[in-house]
């Protein structure tokens, strides 16, 4: 029945993409370089950390490659039990995210600086070492 009433995006949701379109990007710019900020500094510090990182050009999230002898999970669970700091495991992303953490850029300005603080002063412990 709906195949005989309509056939094509409806009007409502093309009016909304033409206001998108006609819109000036100004906000958009500044937006971008607010994430664009957040995501030099996490990366900054992962890299200091001794992680592998790659810096993405457009994301709301970073890939972070854990150390040799963790799993994702386990990285995670150091992480926020020694230093208060909530990343995802890759692991519960599938397959291929596994050995790797997921980082948020999402975070308020306040909230992010006070999470890189606390990695930035963290020695990466061996795998297996007991937790400070």
Excluded: C
Aim: glycine content about 10%; aromatic content about 8%; charged content about 25%.
């Amino acid at each position: 029945v709906k195949s005989n009433l309509d056939s094509g995006v409806p009007q409502a949701i093309q009016r909304m993409g033409i206001t998108a379109l006609n819109t000036p990007t100004e906000w958009l710019d500044e937006r971008n370089a607010i994430y664009g900020r957040r995501r030099d500094r996490v990366v900054g510090v992962l890299r200091a950390m001794g992680l592998t990182v790659a810096t993405p050009r457009a994301s709301l999230y970073l890939w972070a490659r854990v150390p040799e002898g963790y799993t994702s999970a386990g990285f995670a669970e150091r992480l926020l039990e020694e230093r208060d700091v909530l990343v995802s495991a890759g692991g519960q992303y599938g397959r291929y995210g596994e050995g790797y953490v997921r980082l948020s850029l999402t975070l308020a300005d306040d909230t992010l600086d006070n999470a890189i603080d606390r990695m930035a002063t963290w020695q990466v412990p061996a795998p297996g070492t007991a937790a400070s």
